[in-house]
């Protein structure tokens, strides 16, 4: 009984985790527009760059609707995003990079790293992720500074 149980409670939290990582765009072209309507007729609203964190929320026509660290909500064309990583963008004013996964290690040469730079993740190391920018440039910033897609 223990291991049904088992069995049923791990498909479900596997289901729940690809769910909510099947949401997760991040932009991989050199930058990318993000638009009023699904189509390049509508307005550009912002210009973003790789590694940019999106939310989808939709998809028509092979544009993307999806959600900014804002809340705002855009399109995106479909072939300027992927969801074969994860992506991370500041939400802070201001982010201290470090050089390893804490407040002991010095800051790197990145640091500090400042509201709306995104991020490629690497990987995670109890509340610490480690990054890496549009340069091929790595270092480590707090979870809670990060608004992770």
Not at 54 to 65: D, E, H, S
Not at 81 to 97: F, G, L, P, S
Not at 124 to 147: A, P, Q, S, Y
Request: charged residues 30%; proline residues 3%.
């Amino acid at each position: 009984m223990k291991k049904i149980l088992l069995s049923g409670l791990l498909a479900v939290m596997l289901a729940i985790s690809f769910g909510t990582q099947a949401l997760a765009l991040c932009v991989s072209a050199p930058e990318a527009n993000l638009r009023g309507g699904p189509g390049t007729k509508y307005e550009k609203r912002w210009l973003v760059f790789k590694y940019t964190a999106l939310k989808k929320i939709a998809k028509r026509k092979g544009w993307y609707k999806v959600r900014d660290v804002d809340g705002d909500v855009h399109w995106i064309f479909g072939r300027l995003v992927t969801d074969r990583y994860r992506c991370a963008v500041v939400k802070v004013e201001k982010a201290n990079v470090r050089i390893g996964p804490g407040t002991r290690f010095k800051k790197s040469a990145m640091s500090p790293a400042i509201k709306y730079d995104s991020f490629k993740v690497i990987r995670r190391k109890g509340e610490w992720v480690k990054v890496m920018d549009e340069f091929g440039d790595k270092g480590w910033i707090h979870r809670k500074l990060l608004w992770i897609q």
